[in-house]
């Protein structure tokens, strides 16, 4: 069985920083993403990235956010600088490959006040 679990999140002020870690099983050969969802909307695709350590990122936290990977360890990591309230969310990772994309953890909370 596949396994995505997130750890990390927590309260911080605008302008502070997080780093989320997920331990996510046999991720060495698969492409990876970050999502996050606010209450009562989707998931949104922030951050992916590829087997080959290629990143791309969503619009609004490109500059900001970093996502990276340890294929030795099976952990995938988000480090969010500068953070603003519309940040807040749930966060999950997830693999990207359409196969495996209907797994899902238990998400960390991340909330940033004003």
């Known amino acids: 069985q596949l396994q995505l679990v997130e750890s990390g999140g927590g309260l911080v002020q605008a302008g502070g920083s997080l780093r989320l870690s997920c331990a996510a099983s046999a991720i060495t050969a698969e492409p990876m993403d970050w999502h996050r969802r606010v209450p009562g909307k989707q998931r949104e695709l922030v951050a992916s990235i590829t087997s080959d350590g290629n990143t791309d990122y969503a619009a609004s936290v490109k500059g900001r956010f970093t996502i990276s990977r340890d294929n030795a360890k099976n952990m995938l990591y988000l480090q969010m600088n500068s953070l603003k309230p519309e940040d807040t969310a749930v966060y999950y990772c997830?693999?990207?490959?359409?196969?495996?994309?209907?797994?899902w953890g238990q998400g960390t909370q991340v909330a940033v006040s004003s």
């Open positions: 997830h693999y990207s490959r359409p196969v495996l994309s209907d797994y």
